[in-house]
Structures are given as C-alpha cells and as structure tokens.
C-alpha cells in the first residue's frame, strides 16, 4: 500500500536557523508530491506541490524519486512558520494519502 | 470568496447514538472529499464524490459510515450508532475537478471534532 512517513513528530529550531522536515514515501509509480500546513486555529491549507516547482513562503522542496523523498527545507525559519506540516501524495486516479504530520516549532 | 464551511463544528455524543454532519463547498467546486483525523494522525481518506456520484468509498472504517451529496453540492456524512473510536475530526474538502491525470487544489472546511462519550 502506498504511505506517507514523516519520522519527526516535533521540530524545533531557532529564528533564522535552516530547517528541513522530512518526508519518505512507498510507491513505485510517479505519484505527485505536497506539503500542507496548518496554521494555529486555521484550516488545512496547500503550501506547495512537486510540478509547481515553486518557491512558497521561502520553502522548497524537491522530489527525489531514487531515494523516495520530498523534504521541506527552508534556509532562514520565521517564527510565523510555527505550524503543523503535512506530506501528501496522490498518484493517478486515486485520492489524498497523507503523513501523520511533522510540529514545526520556531523558537525566537 | 466563502471558502468550504462545516457545520456542527463541534459534536458530542453519546455512544451508540446517530449523528449527521454537514458540509458545504466552494460553489462550482465538482469534487467532494471527506477525510478522518484522528488525534496525533494525519487525515485520512474516507470517501469521495464527483458531483452526485459516490466515486470512491473505500476509505469509509464500516458500513456505519454512509455518506451522500444528492444534488452535487452539499454533502452530509453520518455515522450510525457511534462508538468511541469515531471520535475524531472530520474534515471536508472540494475542488475543481479530480480526474485521472490530473488533479486541482483542494480546498479544506475548518472540520468538525466528534467526540464520542
């Protein structure tokens, strides 16, 4: 079956420190990648996805097909990056299979 | 724009007692998702549909689970006969279109927390 690992269930760094959450996926397809985020006391939202290719909030993320993983870096956190991050795939004709989530706490 | 709404946002109920729970999507949005969080977990997939259709199921824990959108927009899932392990957050969600191939953006409600006592 196809799954989502995110092996840090909380991540805390320093204002300005880089940051990487991690995310490790099973499938032997090409399935598309994405990070979500959950902002204190807000809704589930789409932070970026693998063929957007794009710079979001400063966070990049690349996919690595040999190594099976799509982790989130950013090179300077804000502490309004604080947040819940989720790792999600789909692959073709088949829905949403998310991560259990990664707590990213930005310490001032 | 209105974004996805959910209503109740918070349910409780006792065990064995039947609840229903409400969501509206973006309007245009031919795509309805609803998902399961349980506490700690990352959400997971219970059913989807694409306008009235019931395309995927698969994801719903037991025939206790049941959910419906009969004229494409406003869908409702519920749980019969709840038992404390349903307790949990559900969440909606609508996009454009989902099919092979090609996906769009979806778009959460703000979810409802069931707690069963």
């Known amino acids: 079956a196809q799954r989502v690992t995110q092996p840090e269930k909380l991540l805390s760094v320093f204002k300005g420190a880089p940051v990487e959450l991690k995310c490790n996926y099973s499938?032997?397809?090409?399935?598309?990648l994405f990070w979500y985020v959950q902002y204190s006391r807000q809704r589930l939202q789409l932070l970026l996805r693998?063929?957007s290719r794009e710079s979001i909030k400063g966070f990049t993320a690349d996919l690595n097909k040999g190594e099976t993983s799509f982790h989130l870096k950013k090179p300077f956190a804000q502490e309004e990056d604080s947040a819940m991050y989720y790792c999600?795939?789909?692959?073709?004709?088949?829905?949403?299979?998310f991560g259990p989530g990664t707590r990213l706490s930005v310490l001032p | 724009g209105a974004g996805v709404s959910q209503s109740p946002r918070y349910k409780v109920a006792k065990r064995g007692q039947d609840v229903a729970l409400r969501c509206d999507p973006i309007s245009g949005h031919v795509s309805l998702f609803w998902y399961q969080q349980a506490l700690g977990q990352g959400p997971e997939f219970l059913t989807y549909?694409?306008?009235?259709?019931?395309?995927?199921k698969s994801g719903l824990p037991s025939d206790r689970f049941f959910a419906e959108r009969p004229e494409g927009s406003v869908s409702t899932l519920k749980i019969q006969r709840t038992q404390q392990e349903d307790s949990a957050v559900y969440l909606c969600?609508?996009?454009?279109?989902?099919?092979?191939?090609?996906?769009?953006?979806?778009?959460f409600g703000p979810g409802t927390r069931l707690t069963v006592t």
């Open positions: 499938y032997s397809g090409s399935p598309e």
């Open positions: 999600a795939l789909i692959w073709y004709g088949q829905n949403f299979v």
């Open positions: 969600a609508s996009s454009l279109v989902a099919v092979q191939g090609a996906y769009y953006e979806q778009y």
């Open positions: 549909f694409q306008n009235e259709a019931q395309l995927d």
């Open positions: 693998h063929i």
